[in-house]
T-cell receptor, first 111, second 113 residues
Framework: SQQGEEDPQALSIQEGENATMNCSYK?????LQWYRQNSGRGLVHLIL?????REKHSGRLRVTLDTSKKSSSLLITASRAADTASYFC???????????FGQGTTLQVKP | EAGVAQSPRYKIIEKRQSVAFWCNPI?????LYWYQQILGQGPKLLIQ????????DSQLPKDRFSAERLKGVDSTLKIQPAKLEDSAVYLC???????????FGPGTRLTVL
């Protein structure tokens, strides 16, 4: 079963605009991770945020985590055509010992 | 640093045939994972190894799928016999430990006709 649910399922924006993707989950977690997948490729890890953290930055990426609402968001600022990809959130819980992925958000950035 | 290697990259077989996938994880990574990713969905964990022991195979269809990790390094995933619904991308990943970031291979795209 999928733990995380991403919203929206698909997003299309112009180059230079910001893109925001949301992830909701159901059970308690130890950390939440975001991954990117370009078409026909494997997944690439973007950022990991622990349950005791509220916000984390990495370059043009900003991730927030609200454990009271069981939700996270990924913000990509000043998007580029190369950011076109699918983005997945994944939650890790020491109770299950495994990472569970959501269905993903497909982002298209138009040049 | 070399990444996770997988082979083959593509495989086309007919239903009821058998197929095997190979994965070489990043050196020193104790945890190895096999995922199945159906088009338009997120990866679904099939099996998770810690060194050469299985720690989770709850979603592995054991009547047709098998996996092993020899000497705690390379791993193979086998399907026998294949069904149409097995058409998917099979991803191998590895990590230092289960809570850390995972590093993925390029995947094997399987088509069952």
């Amino acid at each position: 079963s999928q733990q995380g649910e991403e919203d929206p399922q698909a997003l299309s924006i112009q180059e230079g605009e910001n893109a925001t993707m949301n992830c909701s989950y159901k059970t308690s977690i130890n950390n939440l991770q975001w991954y990117r997948q370009n078409s026909g490729r494997g997944l690439v890890h973007l950022i990991l945020i622990r349950s005791n953290e509220r916000e984390k930055h990495s370059g043009r990426l900003r991730v927030t985590l609200d454990t009271s609402k069981k939700s996270s968001s990924l913000l990509i600022t000043a998007s580029r055509a190369a950011d076109t990809a699918s983005y997945f959130c994944a939650t890790f819980s020491s109770n299950t010992g495994k990472l569970i992925f959501g269905q993903g958000t497909t982002l298209q950035v138009k040049p | 640093e070399a990444g996770v290697a997988q082979s083959p990259r593509y495989k086309i077989i007919e239903k009821r045939q058998s197929v095997a996938f190979w994965c070489n994880p990043i050196s020193g990574h104790a945890t190895l994972y096999w995922y199945q990713q159906i088009l338009g969905q997120g990866p679904k964990l099939l099996i998770q190894f810690q060194n050469n022991g299985v720690v989770d195979d709850s979603q592995l269809p054991k009547d047709r799928f098998s996996a092993e990790r020899l000497k705690g390094v390379d791993s193979t995933l086998k399907i026998q016999p294949a069904k149409l619904e097995d058409s998917a991308v099979y991803l191998c990943a590895s990590s230092l430990d289960r809570a850390n970031e995972q590093f993925f291979g390029p995947g094997t795209r399987l088509t069952v006709l």
